[in-house]
């Protein structure tokens, strides 16, 4: 299993499905990266992670409208394995930290946002998977990437989700992409705060 998942009851965990709609956003979050503070909050006996935590994360800019249009592609004709290895290929953009824990870059960071200035922000990237759920085959293998969702206001302060084990699809019509978490893998991110950035 990863290393955030304990390997216990992994197959009573129940599939339930999210989506959110792919935004091309400008390229640069501009000269100086995009960094959020948060509070990870772990209510899950099933996460190897800290009960409560410190979060940090770092835009260095936002995905362009032709890389989630090439996201959109190798999943329409190559699925789940091909984003897996497109994933591989490309430069990270902003990273994830939990101080002594966790040190992780991302890949994909699309955004929406309204007239207010609230901005939904979704940032994908694949997970680590260990020996023993490789050779086991569970039905996590098809749940291959980590999600962050975030929720914040025209000050930049709202709330979030970290979602350790994620389905990535599109929906071959109308091209949303839809995110689908194993139940209980995930932890709540409070008290999002921008502490840099624009």
């Known amino acids: 299993m990863s290393p955030f998942i304990r390997p216990v009851a992994r197959w009573l965990l129940v599939p339930a499905a999210v989506s959110?709609?792919?935004?091309?956003?400008?390229?640069?979050?501009g000269a100086q990266p995009l960094v959020f503070s948060?509070?990870?909050?772990?209510?899950s006996t099933q996460l190897n992670l800290p009960n409560q935590t410190p979060l940090d994360i770092t835009i260095n800019r936002w995905s362009t409208a032709g890389e989630r249009e090439q996201l959109v592609t190798v999943l329409r004709e190559r699925g789940r394995d091909g984003l897996l290895e497109m994933m591989q290929n490309v430069p990270r953009i902003g990273t994830i930290r939990i101080p002594g824990t966790l040190n992780y870059d991302f890949h994909f960071a699309l955004r929406t946002a309204d007239a207010g200035g609230n901005q939904a922000i979704t940032l994908i990237t694949d997970r680590p998977v260990s020996f023993a759920e490789a050779v086991d085959g569970p039905r996590t293998l098809e749940y291959r990437f980590m999600v962050i969702q975030l929720e914040v206001n025209s000050i930049g302060r709202g709330q979030g989700r970290l979602s350790i084990a994620t389905k990535v699809e599109v929906d071959r019509i109308t091209g949303e992409i839809n995110l689908e978490?194993?139940?209980?893998?995930?932890?709540?991110l409070r008290d999002v705060r921008r502490a840099s950035g624009r």
Do not use: D, F, I, R
């Open 20 to 29: 959110v709609m792919g935004a091309g956003g400008s390229a640069q979050t």
């Open 38 to 43: 948060a509070q990870l909050v772990n209510l």
């Open 181 to 188: 978490t194993w139940e209980n893998l995930y932890v709540t």
